[in-house]
């Protein structure tokens, strides 16, 4: 299976981590390699030390589309959860890729305030965070993204449902896993074993 | 507003250690020459002792009775592989032919619940009450865990069944890498479900042991051999390990419930034995001119093999081409018998093959005998019984180095009490001793 780049991109609290974990999950059922980029455990690592000025997320963005790359073109479905706030350097990232998918998180910014899972719209909002996206830094919407959820009306389960329907008609991943009985895939995969070992 | 009911939670608590293949005579070997230190120290305080395992004997078999404490007669696993019904097309058993209640779904009829990693012959996994990693012969990761929601920390924690059997029997310096990789990658998982789980009963099970013997038994019995310091330093590796979890298994309240044993004994291979080729060579089997295969038997042949030395009646009533009435089956079973019987010294040693001739209907009782093999012969120690078609002799070179035995595989108690000094013990006692331990009744 060919790997690919699932960019999410969305404000702070709209869902990307819990539907990047959440896809991860049934593409690693699906028997693929994955790799979550999650853009709070990047800025803690490949990132570190980047503030939050648009240069530097721009170019904590640039690190993460490359790493993408990288696993992508290795076969890897690389997932990306960061908010990812300015179209160019998403189209940019875009550009670099062979297979991108775009996932657009709606989510009206005064749902995410009040659902505020971090904290951090309260802080935002009181002025003790900068450049907070959303409240005092821009974020730019996609115009055409392969994937829009709305995670202020749609359950976990539909906004993945909806995404893996899209990658499933785009070839990017294989369809369920098959029932209860080997494949002749798998029976030849066992012989093979039992064969090495001397067991038949 | 509702007040909620706080469960207490039951404190009983129990843990098994497998080691595939380890006979108890390599255990010994390997505490009184410093290897295994944290194994004598466990010794010292409680009981080994060797016993016998099912028939034949095999992982499959031998952990299908571990995990249900029944014989295969009753749990209807006779072997990694049996013919599909009406046909001489091979099938390879899975955990949904089991047919017996096991353990963890006994445990969890008491609501205690189980973590089970690396157990071989459950794949794929289906629903316990607890966590499920199958072991051998699990081919896709998804499929081998319940619940699924855990694939991601095996993922992280760069979890695989098993090595790469085909580069290491080829590469001995990727072997022992692997095998300390795939020792690891066990430990960080059971780490997680360790801590993140509410769990009584804990088991994992080492398989690195049994791909060892198969593959560098030699490098245990010549110590001049290249390899015999790395075959002793992956016993110091899993003394590491074994210590490792009884250090962490003794902080839990009850570690005088800490359990090890094996499935199998093992050791070197002399020679492959034919089964199939002795039962052309005597008359019971024939083939299509210049056929391989099973399904080209000719409608007069009365028995056949299947791996490694289950001897079946080709019976009328049972396969296509079967040609043996009901009536006639004991016969056949004493012609064979006396067959078998007589092949005392046709070894290129001159030394006598097989050491143990049973009858099926002695060995094996329950639901499932319709399926059960009707001879089962144990060869003696060197003598790799195989129940491949064409070979064109009864004895070959050896492939591997290594081979099961039937008896030398081992018990380790902590509980002294749950074992008498006269016991003969057989694996399928071992489960009924766990359970005794935290109180669950058959």
């Known amino acids: 299976m060919k790997g690919f780049t699932l960019w999410f991109t969305g404000l702070s609290g709209s869902g990307k981590s819990t539907l990047a974990r959440n896809i991860e999950e049934t593409l690693l059922e699906r028997g693929m390699n994955v790799e979550v980029l999650d853009g709070d455990e990047i800025r803690e690592n490949l990132s570190k030390g980047l503030t939050f000025s648009k240069e530097d997320r721009d170019i904590n963005i640039r690190r993460i589309g490359y790493v993408a790359k990288l696993l992508s073109r290795n076969g890897v479905a690389a997932i990306t959860a960061a908010i990812s706030p300015y179209k160019a350097i998403r189209d940019e990232v875009r550009e670099s890729h062979d297979r991108f998918v775009e996932v657009y998180l709606e989510a009206p910014i005064d749902v995410l305030t009040e659902r505020d899972t971090k904290g951090l719209y309260k802080k935002a909002l009181a002025g003790e965070i900068k450049n907070f996206t959303g409240v005092s830094d821009p974020y730019e919407a996609p115009e055409n993204p392969e994937i829009i959820v709305n995670t202020a009306t749609e359950t976990v389960e539909e906004s993945a449902n909806k995404i893996l329907r899209t990658l499933e008609l785009m070839q990017y991943v294989p369809g369920e896993a098959v029932g209860a009985e080997y494949s002749e895939e798998e029976e030849e995969k066992i012989k093979a074993r039992l064969k090495d070992l001397g067991y038949i | ?442």
Request: charged share 30%; proline share 5%.
């Open chain 2, 1 to 442: 507003m509702a007040f909620k009911l706080f469960k207490k939670k039951d404190a009983r608590r129990a843990c098994v250690v497998g080691l595939d293949g380890v006979p108890c005579t390599l255990l010994k070997d390997m505490m009184e020459r410093g290897v295994m230190p944290n194994l004598k120290e466990l010794v010292g305080r409680g009981t080994l002792t060797d016993m016998t395992v099912s028939l034949p004997e095999i992982s499959s078999v031998s952990w299908s009775s571990f995990m249900t404490g029944k014989n295969p007669g009753e749990h209807g696993i006779y072997g990694f592989t049996d013919l599909k019904e009406n046909s001489y097309d091979y099938r390879f058993p899975q955990f949904n032919d089991l047919k017996t209640e096991t353990i963890w779904d006994r445990m969890g009829r008491q609501g205690l619940r189980s973590i089970v990693i690396n157990q071989p012959s459950t794949y794929p996994a289906r629903e316990i009450p607890g966590v499920l990693i199958s072991g051998f012969v699990a081919i896709d990761i998804p499929r081998a865990l319940y619940p699924r929601k855990y694939l991601a920390s095996l993922a992280r924690a760069r979890y695989r069944v098993d090595i790469d059997t085909e580069k290491s029997r080829e590469d001995a310096d990727f072997l022992f890498k692997d095998l300390d990789a795939l020792l690891e990658c066990r430990k960080v998982i059971m780490d997680e479900l360790w801590d993140k789980e509410e769990w009584n009963f804990m088991q994992v099970i080492v398989t690195g042991t049994d791909r060892l013997y198969h593959f560098q038994w030699d490098a245990y019995e010549d110590p001049s051999h290249p390899n015999h310091e790395r075959f002793l330093q992956y016993h110091r590796n899993v003394d590491d390990f074994v210590g490792y979890v009884y250090e962490k298994f003794s902080k839990e309240g009850s570690p005088e419930n800490f359990f090890m044993l094996s499935d199998h004994g093992f050791c070197g291979i002399k020679n492959e034995v034919y089964v199939n080729s002795m039962l052309q060579k005597y008359g019971f089997l024939a083939f299509d001119d210049g056929s391989d295969t099973l399904s080209d038997i000719t409608s007069d042949s009365t028995a056949f093999a299947l791996d490694p030395a289950r001897i079946y009646i080709h019976r009328k009533e049972r396969y296509p081409k079967g040609c043996v009435e009901d009536k006639d089956v004991e016969g056949i079973k004493s012609e064979l018998k006396a067959m078998f019987g007589s092949i005392e010294h046709d070894g290129p040693r001159d030394e006598p093959i097989i050491r143990h001739i049973f009858d099926g209907a002695d060995v094996y009782s329950g639901g499932q005998t319709p399926g059960a093999p009707d001879i089962l012969l144990v060869p003696h120690n060197g003598y790799d019984m195989k129940g491949r078609v064409g070979a064109s002799t009864i004895v070959g070179e050896r492939r591997l180095q290594g081979m099961h035995t039937w008896d030398n595989a081992f018990f380790l108690s902590l509980r002294n009490d749950l074992l008498s000094s006269d016991e003969e013990l057989t694996i399928f006692d071992v489960p009924w001793k766990v359970l005794k331990s935290i109180d669950v009744e058959p």
